[in-house]
């Protein structure tokens, strides 16, 4: 059974950044892609990046990400990043990493099977 452990969230000023680390426990071959969502307070859950695992390690990124989040995999360590630079105020949310056994990548929620419990990400102005 697949256990996600997300790692690295905490507090920074605006304009400052954040690194958050996603490490699976058996992680299986039939995985796909591996992504970050976050949720805010009052909001629905959001997908923000995703990566998938072979072929390339092709991304994608929420438009309001774009230029400032990345996503990185290390297949070695199976654990996959979230460098976030140029962080607002409109970031700040609980940020959740996810595994998906689908071979489409995309960052519609339901595509992912398994969860992380969530790392804490505030921006203060």
């Known amino acids: 059974q697949v256990q996600l452990v997300e790692s690295g969230g905490g507090s920074v000023q605006a304009g400052g950044s954040l690194r958050v680390s996603c490490s699976a426990s058996?992680?299986?071959?039939?995985?796909?892609?591996m992504g970050w969502f976050r949720q805010a307070p009052g909001k629905e859950r959001e997908g923000v990046a995703t990566i998938r695992t072979s072929g390339g390690g092709g991304a994608y990124y929420a438009d309001s990400v774009k230029g400032r989040f990345t996503i990185s995999l290390d297949n070695a360590k199976n654990t996959v990043y979230l460098q976030m630079n140029s962080l607002k105020p409109e970031d700040t949310a609980m940020y959740y990493c996810?595994?998906?056994?689908?071979?489409?990548?995309?960052?519609?929620?339901?595509?992912?099977?398994?969860w992380g419990q969530g790392t804490q990400v505030t921006v203060s102005s």
């Open positions: 996810a595994l998906s056994f689908r071979n489409s990548c995309q960052l519609e929620e339901y595509k992912y099977a398994s």
């Open positions: 058996g992680y299986s071959y039939i995985t796909k892609c």
